[in-house]
């Protein structure tokens, strides 16, 4: 798939209006768990140790948003108890129109390796709903691997995980 240079970069104050309109996009809805809605305004510049808030662009466009979390550390404790060393991303792209292009399996990539930039992570964590199928499919064919299915408040999701060592054996790509 051809497309412009994706760069991954921190959100800005300057995001807030682009995040809001994408919250309102079926697809992210439909993606989304009871407990994910954030106020922009107030939580893109609040600094929380172990979370990044990062956006997906090419060629300077905005296209998708990512959260990067240490779930051992991030002041929600969404994950409960949780060993040290570990990551989680949530994804989304923000318009339908870009949907299927290519452009999350780009940004995946880079979040990856964003993600174990620092030797000490071991793995990778991503807990979509049960019901979002396209997503299992996308994650898989990443080289995330199922490992369970486990209640997040109300929302029914799996849990797939990437070690180190399946990054390594699924080509860093
Ligand atoms: C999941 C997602 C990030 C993938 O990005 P993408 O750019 O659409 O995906 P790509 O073009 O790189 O790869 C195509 C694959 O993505 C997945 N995909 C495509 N459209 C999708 C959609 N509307 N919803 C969920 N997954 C989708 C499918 O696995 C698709 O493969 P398929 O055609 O064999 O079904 C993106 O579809 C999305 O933002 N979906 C809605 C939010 C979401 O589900 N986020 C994950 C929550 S855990």
């Known amino acids: 798939m051809v497309f412009g240079l994706m760069k991954l970069r921190t959100a800005t104050l300057d995001d807030v209006p682009t995040l809001q309109s994408w919250d309102r996009e079926v697809h992210v809805i439909d993606a989304s768990g009871d407990d994910d809605i954030y106020d922009w305004a107030v939580e893109v510049p609040r600094i929380v140790d172990g979370r990044e808030f990062l956006i997906a662009e090419i060629d300077g466009r905005p296209i998708g948003m990512l959260q990067i979390i240490d779930p051992a550390r991030e002041e929600s404790h969404y994950w409960g108890d949780i060993a040290p060393d570990l990551r989680a991303i949530d994804i989304w792209i ?63 999701c799996y849990v797939f995980r990437m070690d180190r060592a399946d990054w390594i054996a699924h080509g860093k790509g």
């Open 94 to 156: 923000g318009d339908a129109a870009d949907l299927g292009r290519g452009y999350g399996t780009e940004m995946m990539r880079l979040a990856i390796e964003h993600c174990f930039a620092p030797p000490e992570v071991t793995a990778i964590l991503i807990d979509p709903l049960v019901r979002n199928t396209r997503a299992h499919r996308f994650y898989e064919r990443m080289g995330f691997r199922r490992i369970e299915q486990r209640m997040f408040g109300a929302d029914d």
